[in-house]
Nanobody
C-alpha cells in the first residue's frame, strides 16, 4: 500500500520544466517519527537514484550531486505535500519518479534502504 500519491508526470520536450507533487496518505509530514522526505527516480535498466530530500525544521534541503542546480524540492507541511521542480529537462531525466519518507534522523544520505514509505511513482518522459 502506497503511503504517497505522486502526480505531475508526463511527456515534456527537452529544455522544458516540470513540477512533480506528492501528498501523504495516512500520516503527516511533520509527524515526529518522520525524517527526511525525498524524491528518487529510476530510469529503465538502472538502479533507483536519490535526488533530494527535505527534513522538517532543517534550514535547507539536501541534494545529490547529480541534482544540484536543476532540481528544487519544497514542502508544504499544512497540505502534507512535497514538490520537485525540474528545470531544463534532458532526455536522460526520463524515469519513474518516486516520493519517499525515512524514519526520524534518517534519509539525508539519500540511500534507498533508509526510506520506508513510498509512492507508486509517476512517469516523466523527456522527448521531442
Amino acid at each position: 500500500q502506497s503511503q504517497f500519491v505522486e502526480s505531475g508526470g508526463g511527456l515534456v520536450q527537452p529544455g522544458g520544466s516540470l513540477t512533480l507533487s506528492c501528498v501523504t496518505s495516512g500520516f503527516n509530514l511533520d509527524d515526529a517519527t518522520i525524517g527526511c522526505v525525498g524524491w528518487f527516480r529510476q530510469a529503465p535498466g538502472k538502479r533507483r537514484e536519490g535526488l533530494a530530500c527535505s527534513e522538517y525544521g532543517a534550514p535547507s534541503p539536501h541534494y545529490a550531486a547529480s541534482a544540484e542546480g536543476r532540481f528544487t524540492i519544497s514542502r508544504d507541511n499544512a497540505k502534507n505535500t512535497v514538490h520537485l521542480q525540474i528545470n531544463n529537462l534532458k532526455p536522460e531525466d526520463t524515469a519513474v519518479y518516486y516520493c519517499a519518507a525515512a524514519p526520524r534522523h534518517y534519509g539525508l544520505g539519500l540511500q534507498e534502504y533508509e526510506y520506508h514509505y513510498w509512492g507508486q511513482g509517476t512517469q516523466v518522459t523527456v522527448s521531442s
